[in-house]
């Protein structure tokens, strides 16, 4: 009862508008100026009072809804004033959560699990930093599975027990176990949360029983956590998408025209990075081949359209249902996925039998395994040719070149002047690439560097439209570490992040997870780049793309030389002027214009087709 006494103590003290809490000094300018979210002292007074007059299915709804409102709110650090609402929100949460006698209703289990991450990155974002204190309290009640499944999560120090959770609630601890992994955005840079998605990956049930579309596609998440572990995820993941899209599937007819080809994405939009690594394929591909694009999209006004006879959508229409009625009766050859991973219906799509033959390549740059993709595309020239077998459950198929083509950036170089107040290094990495070992390596760096009095700063373009308030903890989590060798920069238009590149010495390379298009960028503006060449095409696609136009001097055999050439570069600055004009001076044409590479992929789809067809004819 003292945690619970001490929260009263917090709720009656932002009553009367004090602050009991430390907080750093924010400098005015990284503060927002516009409100992002509110919490007042009346709704936590609304929130008690429906408490006390067991209205409790109301006050679930209010804690559901203003989750949701704070989740969407566009802030990327806190305010004095809004740390103090964002306090006042989770002891208010806290206090009604420990009362034993409030029940949350079993209708509104699943919603609030489905809030998991979010809500670990509210709390982590207040002063209170974990739930750790209200779990232990929650554990000994009756009913209690909806609330400790909601706050239990990668932000928690205390282990759960996954065999009692499964054994006591399958259906439940499945949803829990697809929504924890969502905290991946922010809890990978962090030591404690890394280490508790690892756990997570380790624990994967050889079952599934339930998940949900609201939860970011766990087949997506699991390869940013461990490269190692994904593939078994994957495979369960697969497996509850087939058992669940089983009846969806007797639904499909299929006639196949040998000239028909479906492409099924929600990413063909001019600057993404799949319409520039996969734009030339599908032109080539085009003129040989009548393409349908399924898009997931709702009509976006942004998709590029003139590539294809005709459009077709699919759209989720609740949190396991997908509307497929477009494709049911279909007359595709090929189904061919620019990019499995990347959205939930891209997963499920996978796991059905939409065309005789269904392709992918290296849009999210992971094998599916298990899935019912039969053909992977894969470029000859990035590969590590002995490890096929290992890295892809799909058929391989060889072509030419990188795997990707390259669609010149649409950016003209400014030239803007480096900057010379202290070191920056370009980093430009989304969020999910960095995890916690990363940032070591980051610190060993900065440090080693500082020894010989060079304040070097990593500029880490590492936000998107979207994942504004993951950015508060993530930052946090990163600061923790590298204190004032970090620079976080929030989603950025590519033409402000491509000129905030400029501002740099050079760029450096993510690890496991490589870059494809940053690596491009960085040459567009003439800066070298140091990349990591492992044993997957998406930790050697930068080295691939190095080796194309004659830079492999910066490519890393391990992490140990990757830290030697990274500091070469930095202490010594008559080898950094000399890789500056090498990549100035460098033709980097043979990146946008491989009439090989596209041909060897249409070439590829033809024979897929002709191999089938004779098949079938035999």
Known sequence: MSQLLKILLVIIAFQGNCNLFSNETIPESAQQTTPCFDFSREESSLWVKLYLNHEYDLLTEKVITKIFEIEK????RLSTEQLQKLDLFVSTLFFVFLMDDYTVDEKYWKQLITLNATTANIISASSFKTADSVIPSILGYKNNLGKLLFLWSSRSSLTPDY??????????????YTAYLNGYVSSCADELGFGNLKKHLVNCPDHLDSFSFAHRSTAFVSTYIDIDLDKYVKQRVNNLMQYYLSSAEGRIHNVPNKRKIAVLTANWIPGHSVYRNQYPY???????????LISFSANNKNEDLSLFKDVKRISIVSEDSINISSILNNDYMIAYYPDVGMSWESVALSNLRIAPLQVTTYGHSVSTYGSKVDYWIAGKDVEALDSLNKNYSEKVVLIPGLGITNTMPSYDIQNAAVRKDKFYINCSWHMQKVNHETVLLLKKIADYCNSFGVHVVFRLFSASKGDEFHGICFTESITKCLGDQIEVIPGLPYSDYMKMMEEAEFSIDSYPFGGCNTVVDSLHIRKPIITIEGNKWYN???AGILKKVGLSEWIAKDQNEYFCKICEFILHPEILKEAVAKVRSTNLTPLYNDPQATEGFVDAIKEIIDTYTTHISK
Do not use: M, P, Q
């Open 73 to 76: 709110s566009c802030v990327w």
């Open 163 to 176: 065999k009692a959770l499964f054994s006591t609630n399958s259906f439940l601890a499945s949803y829990w």
């Open 540 to 542: 050697r696609i930068g």
């Open 282 to 292: 599908l032109k080539e591909l085009s003129k040989s081949f009548d393409l349908t």
